[in-house]
């Protein structure tokens, strides 16, 4: 990916401020004694005065709102009829305004894990916050293209009794909950995990920062571990690339909730609950089994689709085609992933129709699914070609048995040659042209 | 205020805001403080504070049940009590409060923003003024700006005037933006002679937000009225979209050009007098032409006749309009380009010429007045023949580079003095107040 450009950079300072019950945040005030100065990265087409802080906020955002509330029934949330948009300071100069737009759409739901009853405290929808880039002496240097972004935040109770394991677990259950909407974002950073840590009797201690749901298990043990040895205070800590984590700031407290009088309160009609209710989509957690118990996926590839940006494109495919489920799930999330990884293909440039013909003419054995990697290549470097086109110039017209008899006698016969050598070289002779184990098979029975 | 059901039944309960409640809905329970109904959305949804600082609206219906857990404090802004301790070696600037964002705090009733904070409250907020100066702070009204009127200039101006009286180095008047730019144009009419600084001084970002820009702002204006040279009527604002310096602009050439932008003010025609630089507190001056800092007797000269209008022309304006217009002492016209009007030279089948009742006006001895439109630049009525009627008829304006608003509070400053329509041409001509430059520079 290029990195972008910023088309102007903009200097910001912040101050402490009493919040609606009178009050100033400890969390505030320390941040501001910081005395620290933030840099605002302005992006072309992507920021607007809004984010800047220089013009108020336009109405909720509809369908983020129902993408929330889809979230939070989903979780078997109690739905408000009415929501508050609220200010949430935030002074670490992550948000320009100096707090954060938040609002709870649901209240109280439930996800069930191993039988028990996980309560999910409440959903939440957000404003993202600007990613930090730089900090050096003071001068906090932000970019400007996340913030604003809708963000679902989702609070569990307190999950006493599991382990560490079994807390990673739960939260990746939500974490595909949540993407059962299809409207999530995909990739590192765009489900994040938060957790309060503390030991029995021990004060709250919040870490933020993790960027893969896999380090979960580690931080929850390593921070307990920590807070078993040192004397420990409410606060804010954030995670470090080893599981370890730093101290960021103490922890803020309610006083720092104050309303946002610039969007009215939004009343949610018992008719519009209805409709969100109606039209909701799967649960992921549902589709998982149905991946695995329908379609034969095996588990890890099952989690792995899911996860994956073409698991609508697999799900039309599989319905539409006779290939198996497996074969396809497999294209995309480790064929089109290596081939986007290690030979940068311009996977994009494949029209969806292509990957339809694709699967179709695996179907109707016009090639064997070793030469897949080939065609994918060849449709991605001439879109307007299609599957026949690939097969014909890159000589993939699949081989029958007896061609590969011939091939394997004309070997065979040389002198010292044994089975390995002789399967290598046929096999390099007859690659992307016909299944790997049928030539394994041929080459075996005439040895014998 | 909630709905008549609710009120009644709090009442009955004895719950005030503030209390915590519960809230039992059919299974569902919710505890929280129990807040103000802002207007905005159903008044008949019960407004709680959850403990983590969330507000939700529980419907109230027959299902409903409330029960007070705790007695709460009433919600309300404790008002900061300062005993500012005097430096003699500090100037003393006075700050006086007439409302806006500057000074605003959340309002329950209508879910808006509303000047409910008194300047001593900015004193605490604000710690670092006490460094420049000894802060004397009084709040004048709590006004929204665009309810501000002629009357509330006069009583500014006056009290400024007690202010310099009693010695101070430096007014500073917190006002609401929107209408500052008048407020502004108006004092520099009504106040001869300062002997110091008067600042006027605004936020386009409300006050209960650390990024707000009524901290730069509130401090540049009190360093400016503090040590700054420029003993005129001036605007400080914001100088551009970062928080590094403010403008201090000529109140007579200053205009606010942006609905929500911090640097919504900007000098038209003529490069601000000075800029403040934040942190750093130091003042770097753009122009010389300013009064300078000197011990004079301030006079005030308050008379405004304000029975005046100002009205924008554009494409299809009716000759009605003009002539509903002949019950004002003075008219003041937004003429588009060089200072025009539609006057019909050709003959036009579609096109009605203004200038029948624009004569009619003047014949009546109410002076017309015009002022551009575009905001930027210099009135010329020699140029096209739509300029040239309107010269001959006896329009004032031409040459000028006024801003419409000044040229309308300047003209209910000369009414107020005369209604002769040759002293009234002669005395708009007339630079009072740096309304008219000579010359545009190039900027």
């Not at chain 2, 009072?432 to 545009?440: D, F, K, N, V």
Request: charged share 25%; with cysteine; aromatic share 6%.
């Amino acid at each position: 990916m290029k990195e972008k450009v910023p088309i102007m950079t903009i200097s910001r300072r912040q101050h402490p401020v009493a919040s609606e019950m009178g009050l100033i945040d400890t969390a505030a005030q320390f941040e501001y004694l910081r005395d620290r100065t933030f840099h605002y990265q302005v992006f072309n087409n992507e920021n607007c005065l809004v984010e800047v802080d220089c013009e108020p906020p336009h109405n909720l955002n509809p369908e983020a709102l129902e993408i929330a509330l889809q979230i939070a029934l989903l979780l078997n949330c109690e739905i408000l009829n009415e929501i508050h948009v609220m200010r949430k300071t935030v002074i670490d100069g992550s948000n320009t305004s100096g707090f954060q737009r938040t609002v709870i759409v649901g209240l109280n739901g439930h996800i069930s894990y191993k039988g028990k009853r996980i309560l999910i405290t409440q959903v939440t929808l957000e404003e993202d916050a600007a990613a930090i880039v730089d900090e050096e002496n003071g001068k906090v240097v932000y970019r400007l293209n996340r913030l604003g972004v809708p963000l679902v935040e989702i609070d569990t109770g307190i999950l006493e009794g599991y382990s560490p394991q079994e807390i990673q677990e739960i939260a990746y259950l939500i974490g595909i909950i949540a993407r059962s909407t299809t409207k999530t974002k995909h990739g590192i950073g765009s489900i994040r995990q938060d957790v309060n840590v503390s030991i029995r009797n021990g004060p709250r201690v919040e870490v933020k920062g993790m960027q893969e749901l896999g380090m979960l298990a580690k931080v929850v043990e390593l921070e307990a571990q920590r807070q078993t040895k040192e004397k420990i205070k409410e606060e804010t800590r954030a995670a470090n690339p080893d599981g370890t984590t730093r101290f960021l700031r103490p922890l803020p407290g309610a006083s720092r909730m104050y309303p946002e009088t610039d969007i009215p309160p939004v009343v949610l009609s018992k008719e519009y609950i209805d409709e969100i209710k109606k039209s909701l989509p799967e649960p992921w957690t549902n589709k998982i089994e149905r991946f695995k118990s329908k379609l034969k996926l095996p588990d890890v590839l099952a989690k792995e689709i899911l996860g994956s940006e073409y698991l609508d494109l697999f799900e039309r495919i599989v319905a539409k085609t006779k290939v198996d489920p497996t074969i396809v799930a497999n294209t995309f999330v480790s064929v089109v992933k290596d081939l986007v990884r290690r030979e940068k293909v311009e996977i994009n440039r494949i029209q969806e129709h292509r990957f339809f013909e694709l699967f179709e003419s695996l179907g109707e054995k016009k090639f064997v699914k070793e030469a897949m990697p080939e065609i994918i290549k060849y449709l991605a470097a001439y879109p307007q070609n299609g599957v026949a086109d690939a097969l014909n110039e890159l000589d993939l017209k699949p081989m029958t048995s007896e061609e590969v008899r011939e091939i394997a006698k004309g070997i065979l016969t040389q002198p010292n040659m044994p089975f390995e050598k002789a399967y290598g070289i046929v096999m390099s002779k007859v690659r992307g042209k016909i299944d790997a184990q049928e030539v394994m098979k041929i080459v075996k029975s005439m040895v014998k | 205020m909630y709905s008549q059901d609710i009120e009644s039944l709090l009442n009955a309960k004895k719950i005030k805001i503030g209390d915590k409640i519960l809230v039992t809905k059919v299974n569902d329970e919710y505890a929280g403080i129990l807040m103000p109904r802002i207007k905005l959305g159903d008044i008949s949804s019960i407004v709680i504070k959850l403990s983590n600082g969330y507000n939700i609206g529980i419907k109230y219906d027959k299902d409903v049940k409330i029960r007070r857990l705790e007695s709460g404090k009433p919600i309300r802004f404790k008002p900061a009590e300062t005993v500012p301790r005097k430096d003699p070696e500090k100037p003393t600037v006075s700050i006086l409060g007439c409302g806006g964002t500057i000074a605003s705090r959340v309002e329950y009733t209508t879910g808006a923003v509303f000047p409910a904070f008194s300047p001593a409250d900015l004193l605490l907020s604000f710690p670092e003024l006490g460094d420049i100066a000894n802060i004397k702070a009084r709040k004048l009204f709590d006004l929204f700006s665009e309810d501000i009127t002629a009357e509330h200039w006069k009583i500014i101006a006056n009290e400024i005037i007690k202010e310099i009286q009693s010695g101070v180095d430096g007014v500073v008047l917190m006002h609401g933006t929107d209408t500052m730019h008048y407020t502004a144009a108006a004092l520099s009419f009504m106040l001869r002679d300062l002997p110091v600084p008067v600042i006027l001084v605004g936020a386009q970002r409300s006050s209960d937000r650390g990024s707000s820009d009524n901290l730069v702002n509130l401090v540049s204006a009190v360093v400016a009225a503090a040590q700054s040279s420029v003993a005129e009527v001036t605007v400080c604002m914001h100088g551009s979209m970062n928080d590094d310096f403010c403008y201090l602009h000529q109140a007579t050439k200053v205009r606010k050009l942006h609905t929500s932008r911090r640097d919504a003010f900007q000098s038209v025609n003529v490069k601000p007098y000075a800029k403040i630089f934040y942190p750093d507190k130091k003042i770097e001056y753009l122009r010389n032409d300013y009064k300078l800092r000197e011990k004079r007797t301030v006079k005030i000269d308050d008379k405004l006749n304000t029975n005046v209008a100002l009205v924008y022309t554009y494409p299809g304006i009716k000759p009605e309009f003009i002539q509903s217009l002949r019950n004002f002492d003075g008219v003041v016209i937004a003429g588009t380009g060089l200072g025009h009007v539609p006057t019909n030279p050709t003959g036009d089948k579609f096109t009605q010429s203004l200038l029948p009742a624009l004569r009619n006006l003047i014949h009546s001895n109410i002076p017309v007045v015009i002022a551009p439109q575009t905001i930027y630049g210099r009135l010329d009525l020699n140029i096209y023949e739509a300029g040239r009627m309107l010269n001959e008829i006896g329009v004032i304006g031409d040459g000028c580079d006024w801003l419409p608003e000044v040229a309308l509070v300047k003209l209910m400053f000369v009414l107020g003095k005369t209604k002769d329509m040759d002293k009234v041409r002669e005395m708009m001509l007339t630079n009072y107040a740096g309304e008219i430059s000579e010359r545009t520079e190039i900027s």
